[in-house]
């Protein structure tokens, strides 16, 4: 579908992004830096991951021609004002689903929209409540699946997601990379 007189760029090489973008009907290129995300410690919340999506954006602004918006983004998880990243190991992403387990988190995802004359940033935000998690339902998540690559240690499209999440409050497919519909209004409008 041809919502906007843009050429589509997306600067992430996240499968879950493409996807969703796919799945939307919109035509795009990927284009990807290979500079390393960082954010001032001092940062909170949905400030970290409008953060870092604008730093992606700066990073490949000057890749832009002037027909193209660049997409990109960026997810957290926080739990109890704690952000918890992607798990660098086995027992990181352990400690972190026993941390959401029969608890309410926030994922914030951020997307930065720019062009070579402008670019704005907004941010989605929704609750997820996990019920009880055993051992046994970590150890098989982890053991079968691929939570390394993902903030939280989970990805909600997979097993964990259908057997364990009690209630999501706000959009799905933000929990998995993308606000969906907030970015097609804000693709639309821009």
């Not at 996990?130 to 903030?151: C, G, Q, R, T, W």
């Amino acid at each position: 579908m041809n919502i906007t007189n843009y050429n589509l760029v997306l600067g992430s090489n996240s499968p879950r992004r493409k996807k969703i973008l796919t799945e939307m009907g919109l035509s795009f290129e990927i284009r990807i830096s290979d500079k390393e995300e960082n954010f001032p410690e001092k940062l909170e919340g949905k400030k970290v991951s409008e953060y870092l999506a604008k730093q992606k954006s700066n990073y490949l602004s000057e890749t832009l021609k002037s027909n193209e918006l660049l997409i990109t983004a960026d997810t957290i998880v926080v739990n109890n004002n704690i952000i918890l990243n992607k798990p660098e190991n086995k027992e990181e992403a352990t400690k972190t689903l026993r941390l959401l387990s029969e608890k309410t988190h926030e994922v914030i995802t951020s997307v930065c929209l720019s062009s070579m004359k402008k670019s704005e940033i907004f941010s989605e935000i929704t609750k997820v409540r996990f019920s009880k998690l055993s051992e046994k339902m970590v150890s098989y998540y982890i053991d079968n699946y691929s939570p390394f690559d993902k903030a939280g240690s989970y990805g909600i499209q997979e097993w964990i997601g259908l057997i364990a999440i009690e209630k999501i409050n706000g959009s799905y497919t933000n929990v998995v990379g993308l606000p969906s519909q907030k970015l097609f209004e804000k693709i639309r409008l821009f």
